[in-house]
């Protein structure tokens, strides 16, 4: 301790960058811009894809830089090119996560009957602001958050570490491209039915040959019983599994624990009871059908909204556990901004920000566009007088800009101890949407009008943090390599714009295909932000429920589980996603088995790991973009052909054996020789 004490008060050892600041190397170039902006959208429609369906998205930055490497270093790229790249390709990930989070609650609240394009430039200003805003004030807080010791950012480090072994580059290029051609295929063969994506299967619960007796005494109320539920298989979904893979076999557990709760006791317990008093199968009706809708209404309508009563929980519960991490951010963010505003301009091409005048101006612009839309959102509800609607709207951006900020500094914080893969941007999210909803009631801006200012808060807060803490990792990244910040402000700027954009036809796709909240698409942290809104704004909230899911969410916490929010999640989607996440899982800790009983080095553990990382993503990113044109197909009324072999009973699990065979032989063929040297390890 002491010695580090002396260190320190040497002063502090400065940094010396991988390309010297006194280096003259092409960075914003028009090809490397262009590749970051096309890599924005695509890995941001796949994060789109992936957040409504199964509920989580995944870092982009490690594909990003991946892809941008391996093409760049074609058209003989530099280094600093290469992470100009990584940084506007990874920007529209973090877009896509809040815009999920969010923007489908207008649909599930009842505010807006569809994602139709008559909401395009509504969702699009939603995403600009919050994007825009989180990248201003971390430009604020840039310099004196990434010289800080006490944070680590191990993706950060992990992405330049890739950068700097540019010599893997293609090999690692080769194993994502071709694994995201084998999910894309894999996926469009189960839509044409070549083999079954996932089974129904039917189960009787044989009812009580004179009822359940309530009591001990000979006339105590009897009870009639009896119904039948329905499993659903895994289903033959590279992307589920490719998720399950890179969260591996502990959380896959915890969440298929919550689909098991949910499908194996609760669905059947209620049916159990209920079966009795629902109204009687119509003659020659499909007894699968029937008893298949009223499994899914029961879990859509009951289960539900106990496992949103267990998601507020885990929230909390998360931001709790960081509360240390979260008083620090909070401490630090105003320290941050006076340490800022109080340095010179920068000469060193590594220091060199934006202006401060320009971003203090970008700010109040942004400010100014939040106050339009909100009222905006709030005059279109038509059930406000005007003095309460200008009222609502400065209101609701105040809150937006003040707690923006403080958020945008602690996702920064928490994204540099534990990276972006782990930010609890939904948490930060909830706690914004509770605090804007009792001002709006306080205020009296109640009913529709209320709710849409709500979720119009939490869309720009869920953005503008997930956005800057996916730069700040950036801008470490690139801290550490030399390159010039203000460029790669300016770079994320134009990707913020480009993912907004374009983001909108991905979500717009799904919904016209599927529906937001259906089996198909259940858009897990939408439906939390919706019934929120409603329930405390609108006063529509099936609060029971929700309290019997607070109060389990308690119960999680005193047996120690491990994420409560996860468990929820695992309830709140079907079952055929989180079982296929399970096998994802699975997979994974045999493939580690495996690996380890080869007794490989650890240069060779690492080269696997890489490999397994590389499959799954190219695999969540395949099923993606096929998903995404297929549900153009779908949406625009026709259908794809169908192909009879998937009505055979084991051609799913042919499907599976296959997906199962590559994502373990990939991996475990690339561990190389023991003499080779390590590769970065890809930490997602």
């Not at 395009?120 to 919050?130: E, F, R």
């Not at 950060?156 to 293609?170: D, F, L, N, T």
């Not at 010039?484 to 402000?489: A, E, H, L, R, V």
């Not at 994802?584 to 495996?594: P, S």
Request: with cysteine.
């Amino acid at each position: 301790m002491s010695s580090q004490t002396t260190v320190n008060s040497q002063g502090p050892k400065k940094h010396k960058p991988y390309v010297p600041e006194n280096m003259e190397m092409r960075e914003f170039t028009f090809r490397a811009v262009l590749l970051g902006l096309l890599m924005t959208g695509i890995l941001g429609a796949a994060n789109a894809y992936l957040g409504l369906k199964a509920g989580m998205t995944i870092a982009a930055t490690y594909p990003a830089a991946v892809i941008g490497m391996s093409l760049l270093r074609l058209m003989k790229g530099s280094l600093l090119e290469e992470n100009i790249a990584r940084t506007v390709g990874a920007i529209g990930e973090s877009v896509a996560a809040g815009a999920v989070f969010t923007i489908p609650a207008f649909v599930l609240a009842g505010l807006w009957p569809s994602l139709g394009m008559e909401r395009y430039w509504q969702s699009v200003a939603l995403m600009v602001i919050g994007g825009l805003l989180g990248i201003l004030f971390v430009t604020l807080l840039r310099r004196v958050m990434v010289e800080d010791p006490e944070l680590p950012f191990p993706e950060s480090v992990a992405a330049a570490e890739i950068h700097k072994a540019g010599q893997q580059g293609s090999k690692a290029a080769k194993i994502l491209f071709a694994n995201m051609g084998f999910g894309g295929l894999m996926y469009f063969l189960s839509q044409l039915n070549l083999f079954w994506y996932t089974k129904n299967v039917l189960i009787n619960i044989p009812k009580m040959a004179t009822g359940l007796r309530l009591g001990r005494g000979a006339n105590a109320p009897m009870l009639a019983t009896g119904g039948m539920t329905q499993f659903t298989s895994p289903a033959v979904s590279p992307a589920y599994l490719g998720v399950g893979y890179i969260i591996g076999p502990r959380l896959a557990s915890l969440n298929f624990a919550g689909g098991v709760v949910a499908w194996g006791l609760l669905v059947p317990l209620l049916i159990y009871f209920l079966g009795p008093t629902l109204p009687a199968m119509a003659p020659g009706a499909n007894p699968a059908a029937y008893w298949g809708g009223i499994a899914f209404s029961v879990w859509y309508s009951i289960v539900r909204p106990i496992a949103v009563g267990g998601m507020l929980v885990g929230a909390g519960f998360t931001l709790f556990r960081m509360r240390k991490q979260l008083g620090a951010g909070m401490k630090r963010a105003v320290s941050d901004l006076k340490k800022s505003a109080e340095a010179h301009a920068a000469t060193s091409r590594v220091d060199r920000d934006l202006n401060a005048k320009v971003v203090f101006l970008g700010v109040g612009l942004v400010f100014i566009a939040m106050i339009w839309l909100y009222y905006h959102f709030i005059a279109g509800a038509h059930n406000l007088s005007g003095g309460k609607i200008i009222a609502g709207a400065v209101v609701a951006a105040a809150v937006m800009i003040v707690l923006g900020f403080f958020f945008a500094a602690v996702s920064g914080n928490l994204v540099g101890m534990i990276g972006s893969s782990n930010n609890p941007v939904s948490g930060l999210t909830l706690c914004t949407l509770v605090v804007a909803a009792l001002l709006m009631v306080a205020m009296g801006v109640s009913g529709v009008g209320g709710v849409a200012a709500v979720l119009g808060v939490a869309a720009v807060v869920c953005v503008s943090s997930a956005v800057a803490g996916e730069m700040l990792q950036d801008l470490k990244a690139g801290h550490i390599l030399g390159g010039t910040p203000s460029k790669m402000q300016i770079g994320d700027i134009l990707g913020t714009i480009v993912a907004s954009l374009v983001l909108f036809f991905p979500l717009m796709i799904l919904d016209k295909a599927y529906h937001f909240g259906s089996a198909a698409l259940p858009a897990p942290q939408a439906g939390l932000m919706a019934m929120l809104a409603q329930g405390i704004v609108g006063g529509n909230m099936a609060w029971p429920l929700v309290v019997v899911g607070i109060l389990m969410g308690f119960a999680m916490i005193l047996v120690e589980v491990k994420s409560p929010m996860l468990f929820s999640v695992g309830m709140y989607l079907p079952l055929e996603t989180t079982s296929a996440i399970f096998v994802g899982g699975v997979i994974r800790w045999f493939t580690d088995k495996l690996r380890d009983r080869r007794g490989y080095n650890d240069a060779q553990k690492a080269r696997v790991d890489n490999a397994g990382v590389l499959t799954a993503s190219g695999l969540i990113a395949g099923e993606a973009l096929c998903g995404l044109v297929i549900a153009g197909v779908v949406g625009s009324n026709h259908q794809l052909w169908h192909i009879d072999v998937g009505d055979i009973s084991f051609s799913g699990l042919i499907g599976m054996a296959v997906l199962v065979f590559v994502m373990m032989k990939i991996p475990l063929s690339n561990a190389g020789s023991p003499d080779e040297p390590a590769p970065p390890t890809a930490i997602m």
